[in-house]
């Protein structure tokens, strides 16, 4: 299954990993951005976000061969 704040981000199987990031960024608040504090969360958030997307892409994968 995949994470509910991925699914939000609304991309394609085949976006690329700089694609993943910037739709992220977009996705978080513009003051949850800009507090220093939140920075810890925010990375863990974007790697979250790609390791969705990168298991994402082994099953699309796994599923055309």
């Given at each position: 299954?995949?994470?509910?704040?991925y699914q939000?981000?609304?991309?394609?199987?085949?976006?690329?990993?700089?694609?993943?990031?910037?739709?992220?960024?977009?996705?978080?608040?513009p003051?949850?951005?800009?507090?220093?504090?939140?920075?810890?969360?925010?990375?863990?958030?974007?790697?979250?976000?790609?390791?969705?997307?990168?298991?994402?892409?082994?099953?699309?994968?796994?599923?055309?061969?």
């Amino acid at each position: 299954m995949t994470d509910p704040a991925y699914q939000r981000l609304g991309l394609p199987a085949t976006a690329s990993p700089c694609a993943v990031l910037r739709a992220a960024v977009r996705a978080l608040h513009p003051d949850t951005r800009a507090v220093r504090g939140f920075r810890p969360a925010r990375k863990r958030f974007y790697r979250q976000m790609l390791c969705a997307h990168a298991a994402r892409q082994a099953v699309g994968d796994e599923a055309t061969r």
